[in-house]
């Protein structure tokens, strides 16, 4: 069986394990018209053969922001706000939608931005795995009516429509071009930033200088590719880094030590949840389920293992998002509970050795996370003793993220994934819907049909405020019947030299206003 690979389809686990910086010039030529600011990305090699104008689909997506645009972009909750659409009319059944596109977008090769190259942009993006290609699957048809309007039909109404559109804008002649003349061309988008020389080892960005949303005024940015993290660091320590993305939360003490550098912080919209496969027969009942939950001290990991850097999940739905409920039940850390709970479902030690049996057979399975992850690991440990100290073993098994085939065929106890809510609540329902179990990302086999009944109405109900309380029940009934045991939102850290100014960190896109940032003259 060929090996599939879920990154391109959600945010399920880490696509990037890596960190990098931009590296500042010298000081005396900070003022320079040329200036050059350097971003290093450690451990990472690009092949002579990857597809170039599909790096925003690949192990190097953080350039998404600066090379690319799209249709639509989010707000700070996670409300859909147009980008290269300009506005969007909609039928009275919620079928047919009918885009604007901004007038007199350029790409980077002066070519202009027409609704063809939206169709062709999404056409692909349903034929290759990308972040949106399960959600353009509602998309019936796409008819182009001008150079700047097309006309899309859905299958069925969706609410959460708009939120499919998020895919990056290709230029339809450059990509034709170079699959027709089997040349690696660059990547060319509509974004703030464009390439000017790509190696294996640098990539030259150059800014717009016709960007749609206002001239960057950072000129010039150089990707700088380091063999080692250590080396990346060893710059940033040194006070020569001017931008840090994606510092880890053990790591950001770390930055205390540079005074040049301030610290950014929003929390990322993705929710660590050790997830149970209900086909197991540890599993099945809802009480060990709600027992496990309150026998995990997820305050002692935000505290040590994510060193304040986050919070404690309560659910499925971001929590600065316009659909999130604050009123929510809490799993404190009660292990007596736990331990009652437990007995309840039939789990005790019934020979003396610590460890809960039941029918003959003791309370011991396997959890699988991905390689690499060093916050999985340090919360897995302390998950790993607070079981053992409810008299549960579980041994950690490690996968390579290129081999999955075991989730889809459910060929799991247990794993630790981390599930993107960047969007629109709708996104939960490729996750917790039954419908997915088969032929989606339910590997858990979750099945409640409160649950399917609420995500089916919040996502064929288009007012707002409706939509909140539907996804207010939903948050709420998924607590009660726990797919496994949810543990933590992560915060985004991103370290800044504080002469860049204007700079506002997005949950989803940490490089979303990077036109807007600039540097103040002595």
Known sequence: MPTRNIFGHCHYYVVLVCVFSLACTPSDQREQPHTIYSLALPGVRI????????????????????????????DEQLRVIPRLASFWEESADKKTWTIHLRPNVRFHNGTELTADDVRFTIMKAMEIPTPFSYSLQMIDTIDTIDRHVLVIKLKQPSASFL????????????????????RNLYPVGTGPYKVERWGDKQIMLVANQEYFLGKPSLPAILVQLYPSLEMAWSQLMAGTVDIFPYISPANGAHLLKVPTIRVYSTLKPYYYLLAFNLGSSFFREKTVRQALNY???????????????????????YPYSWAYTAELPLYNYQPQKAAMLLKQAGWSDTDGDHILDRNE????????????????????????????DLGIIMHVRFFDTTDTDFLFEKRFDAHFPEIDAGGDP???????????????????SYRNAKVD???EEG????????RKVIYGKFQREILEDPPGIF????????????????????????????????????
Do not use: C, M
């Not at 192990?59 to 090379?67: H, R």
């Not at 996502?459 to 409706?466: H, I, Y």
């Open 361 to 388: 057979k003791r309370f011991e399975f396997s959890i699988d996370t991905n390689l690499g992850d060093d916050l999985k690991q340090q919360a897995l440990l302390l998950i790993q003793q607070q079981l053992l």
């Open 453 to 455: 009944q609420l995500l």
């Open 426 to 444: 709708d996104l939960g329902y490729k996750v917790w819907h039954s419908s997915q179990i088969d032929h989606g990302f339910n590997f858990g």
């Open 459 to 466: 996502r064929r109900t288009f007012d707002q405020a409706d």
């Open 163 to 182: 939120d499919s559109l998020g895919v990056e804008i290709l230029s339809k002649g450059d990509i034709e071009h170079g699959l027709s003349t089997q």
């Open 47 to 74: 092949e002579q053969d990857t597809p170039r104008f599909l790096v925003h689909f690949g192990s190097l997506a953080f350039l998404n922001d600066l090379i690319f645009d799209s249709l639509v972009g989010h």
């Open 487 to 522: 543990l933590f939102w992560v915060d985004r850290l991103v370290g800044i030299n504080e002469r860049i100014k204007g700079v506002k960190i997005r949950p989803d896109k940490p490089f979303a206003n990077i036109h807007e940032w600039y540097v103040e003259d002595n």
């Open 295 to 317: 026998g995990i001290d997820k305050e002692q990991i935000v505290r040590t293992v994510l060193k304040g850097h986050g919070r404690v999940a309560q659910g499925v739905v």
